[in-house]
């Protein structure tokens, strides 16, 4: 089956820092999501990204569908973005399924 | 906004009982999803659903899991006979289409004693 991996598994930025997570994937997909899960358990919902890029605030997203990468970057990230951070693809394989990669876990340091 | 709910939010049960778990999907949606996160590990997929059938189920997805639209608003899972290792965060999502933007309930943590 299609194998999602994300990287770094950890990163520890200083407040204000940018940094960039990498979410590749072995096979065609349908779509692409990020989430950030937040400490209470909550999956919010970043970007939903085939293909191209997007931004929103602080957070952009490019997804190269062809070359199965995408790229979530953070800019000046303050302690509320601490959190693991998702992505998702969906494969139509007739019906619809979600393959969640195993995230980036991420700590900023006031 | 519209928003997906979920409850209970922490279902506490003895290993054997049955469990029923409830979501209420965002109200123009036509695809729903099961997923369960074991604590401290990635978010599995369980099942998709779409016009009262099972649309795909991972391997996860076992006999002892079934899922329902008992009415217009409301989308279950049940687990007949829980185990141990069915001790998880049961979330709930749902999409307007089949590959669109999946939207995600807030959880129900279940406990299997």
């Known amino acids: 089956g299609i194998q999602v991996e994300q990287s770094p598994p950890d990163l520890i930025l200083q407040e204000g820092a940018n940094s960039t997570l990498r979410c590749n994937f072995s096979?065609?997909?349908?779509?692409l999501q990020w989430f950030h899960q937040n400490p209470w358990g909550q999956l919010i919902n970043l970007f939903y990204i085939p293909s191209g890029t997007k931004q929103n605030g602080r957070l952009s997203a490019t997804t190269v569908a062809t070359e199965r990468y995408s790229l979530l970057y953070i800019s000046s990230s303050q302690t509320t973005d601490s959190g693991v951070y998702f992505c998702a693809v969906e494969l139509n394989t007739g019906g619809f399924k979600t393959i969640f990669g195993a995230g980036t876990r991420l700590f900023v340091k006031a | 906004e519209p928003e997906v709910t979920q409850t209970p939010s922490h279902q506490v049960t003895q290993m054997g009982q049955e469990v029923i778990l409830r979501c209420v999907p965002i109200s123009n949606h036509l695809y729903f999803y099961w997923y369960r996160q074991i604590l401290g590990q990635k978010v599995e997929f369980l099942v998709s659903f779409y016009n009262n059938e099972i649309s795909e189920k991972s391997e996860i997805f076992d006999d002892q899991f079934s899922v329902e639209r008992p009415d217009g608003s409301n989308f279950t899972l049940k687990i007949r006979s829980t185990k141990l290792e069915d001790s998880a965060m049961y979330f709930c999502?749902?999409?307007?289409?089949?590959?669109?933007?999946?939207?995600f309930g807030p959880g129900t943590r279940l406990t299997v004693l």
């Open positions: 999502a749902s999409s307007a289409l089949g590959g669109s933007e999946q939207f």
């Open positions: 096979d065609s997909v349908n779509n």
